[in-house]
């Protein structure tokens, strides 16, 4: 809605699949920023203000920056020192908040992106509010964004037979926002408070990021993977978390849990540190935090012949898919960026250890698609 074929868009390196799949829909330049992630925990920290300013100085005709606010795992950051940087540009500002939309229940949370000054922010409302899954809204400010426009080119990727239960969803979600989210809220934030006082002694160390509904509970001292914690909390306790990665498990709290459910989960720690410690140490997987030369944008390298190659022969050539690890699903590598070796055998070394890889067609990652041309 903002930019034409051949504009450039700027974006931070984590950002979701689905903007570069609409940099190769409409043809649009992605330039990266590159995201701080901790090595300790593959928390994702979110951008850099000063580095994010020096990309935007060296792109001025870029046309809009969309930045994802607050992270997976709840980081933020001074988002409104860069949309006021970014309009002294006069570029617009694309906020993706899939995982705040429920910001603006209380004053113990990070600001809103529209709070920040953001032009376009686009929630997954069912991620953190009480709506079915699928069911997202899209907020507009000020007048740098045509709507018009933005109308039309949603008509070209949505479906025109909306669904009535998912709408219905959403007004369910925003009566509740409106008339018991402040208490919901301030409820969850307190109970989050006991569990972290009463659980600050166990094997867990318990990250609590800016966005307070997140908890990070690290499985390091226990000995434990967080893929293994994952399966022991699911089927030994019943308990059933948002993601593991190596280091630990992400638990989303919302205004759908109560008291009861954190003092479920805090039964099960305790439990966990008396019955589960192993003397194995986790080490620290370096995740690389380089990003690609760029051969091809995403769109020419997306419409290119393609051919499929062993992985170690395919360094130096040009990728023709993109390489996720799931968890953080941060594409290390998306079609035409030159893929490394650095890169390669973080992924193999990933998958050994038992973390999903997206996006590549060959499940057992002896095989990865390149450009042919
Ligand atoms: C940062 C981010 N943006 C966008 C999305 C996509 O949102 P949805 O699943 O509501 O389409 C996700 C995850 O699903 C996400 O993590």
């Given at each position: 809605a903002l930019c034409n074929p051949k504009d450039?868009?700027?974006?931070?390196?984590?950002?979701?699949?689905?903007?570069i799949n609409s940099c190769i829909l409409a043809d649009i330049e992605p330039i990266y920023i590159l995201s701080k992630i901790d090595k300790e925990t593959n928390i994702q920290e979110g951008i850099d203000i000063e580095e994010s300013k020096k990309i935007i100085d060296n792109n001025l005709d870029a046309k809009a920056i969309l930045l994802?606010?607050?992270?997976y795992y709840g980081k933020t950051f001074e988002l409104k020192e860069i949309c006021d940087y970014a309009h002294k540009?006069?570029?617009?500002?694309?906020?993706?908040?899939?995982?705040?939309?429920?910001?603006?229940?209380?004053?113990?949370?990070?600001?809103?992106?529209?709070?920040?000054?953001?032009?376009?922010?686009?929630?997954?409302?069912?991620?953190?509010?009480p709506s079915f899954?699928?069911?997202?809204?899209?907020?507009?400010?000020?007048?740098?964004?045509?709507?018009?426009?933005?109308?039309t080119m949603l008509r070209i990727i949505e479906s025109s037979s909306p669904s009535y239960i998912l709408m219905s969803s959403l007004e369910l979600a925003v009566d509740i926002y409106e008339t018991k989210g402040n208490e919901l809220m301030e409820e969850l934030l307190d109970n989050i408070e006991q569990f972290k006082e009463k659980n600050k002694n166990t094997s867990f160390d318990i990250?609590?990021?800016?966005?307070?509904?997140?908890?990070?509970?690290?499985?390091?001292?226990?000995?434990?993977?967080g893929y293994e914690l994952e399966d022991l909390l699911r089927e030994k306790y019943n308990i059933q978390v948002e993601l593991a990665n190596y280091y630990g498990v992400l638990l989303i709290c919302t205004i759908g849990n109560t008291k009861e459910d954190l003092d479920k989960l805090s039964e099960a720690l305790e439990d966990m540190s008396n019955r589960y410690k192993k003397d194995s140490y986790i080490e620290c997987l370096e995740y690389p935090v380089v990003i690609p030369e760029k051969a091809l944008n995403p769109r020419e390298a997306f419409y290119k012949n393609k051919k499929s190659v062993k992985i170690y022969e395919s360094?130096?050539?040009?990728?023709?898919?993109?390489?996720?690890?799931?968890?953080?699903?941060?594409?290390?590598?998306?079609?035409?960026?030159?893929?490394?070796?650095?890169?390669?055998?973080?992924?193999?070394?990933?998958?050994?250890?038992g973390m999903n890889i997206n996006g590549i067609k060959?499940?057992?990652?002896?095989?990865?698609?390149?450009?042919?041309?």
């Open positions: 450039k868009i700027i974006v931070n390196r984590d950002c979701h699949q689905s903007v994802t606010y607050p992270t540009h006069n570029i617009a500002v694309i906020v993706d908040e899939a995982h705040g939309a429920h910001l603006g229940l209380s004053d113990r949370l990070p600001k809103t992106a529209l709070e920040e000054g953001a032009d376009i922010v686009i929630q997954s409302t069912h991620k953190t509010l899954t699928q069911s997202s809204m899209i907020h507009i400010k000020g007048d740098r964004v045509d709507r018009q426009r933005l109308s990250y609590n990021e800016d966005d307070k509904t997140k908890l990070f509970l690290s499985s390091k001292k226990l000995g434990m993977t360094i130096g050539q040009i990728c023709a898919e993109y390489v996720i690890p799931y968890p953080p699903g941060v594409s290390l590598l998306s079609p035409g960026e030159v893929i490394t070796k650095e890169i390669i055998d973080y992924v193999i070394l990933c998958h050994k250890k060959d499940l057992n990652l002896e095989f990865i698609e390149i450009i042919s041309d």
